[in-house]
């Protein structure tokens, strides 16, 4: 129930804006054959920027190291690091307050999820 509440608040406050922009840039990013594979890991932040209380991230047991670690340096190398520092400024303005602290913690999910994305699974 604490979830569903603070899925509403958070989407009332801008996590609908949040998820807008990850699906239209990974729509864009799977107009190009080169960017599916990013444009994939945008529609997972965009699920959870949706719908982050009560989500947790989890590394896959059977996915490819070698792989998944080329492909989060590429993603950081092209913008995840901005992604994230974005996640990480919008939580230490929320953690300013008490009430905005369950908020800072979600960014804080976010933030990690967008530094390195592959290999992650939402739970």
């Known amino acids: 129930m604490i979830s569903?509440?603070?899925n509403i608040i958070w989407i009332i406050f801008g996590g609908?804006?949040?998820?807008t922009e990850y699906i239209f840039t990974g729509i864009v990013l799977c107009l190009t054959?080169?960017?599916?594979?990013?444009?994939i890991q945008l529609f997972?932040?965009?699920?959870?920027?949706?719908?982050?209380?009560?989500?947790?991230?989890?590394?896959?047991?059977?996915?490819?190291?070698?792989?998944?670690i080329l492909l989060n340096i590429t993603w950081i190398l092209l913008g995840g690091?901005?992604?994230s520092i974005t996640h990480i400024l919008f939580a230490a303005?929320?953690?300013?307050?008490?009430?905005?602290?369950?908020f800072a913690l979600q960014?804080?999910?976010?933030?990690?999820?967008?530094l390195t994305p592959f290999g992650k699974e939402i739970k």
Request: proline share 5%.
């Open 107 to 114: 960014h804080f999910k976010l933030a990690a999820l967008a």
């Open 81 to 83: 690091i901005w992604i």
């Open 4 to 6: 569903l509440i603070g």
């Open 44 to 68: 997972k932040l965009g699920m959870l920027s949706l719908f982050p209380f009560g989500k947790e991230i989890k590394t896959k047991e059977n996915y490819s190291g070698a792989l998944s």
């Open 33 to 39: 054959i080169i960017g599916i594979p990013f444009g």
């Open 16 to 19: 609908i804006f949040i998820f």
């Open 93 to 102: 303005f929320f953690a300013i307050t008490i009430i905005g602290i369950p």
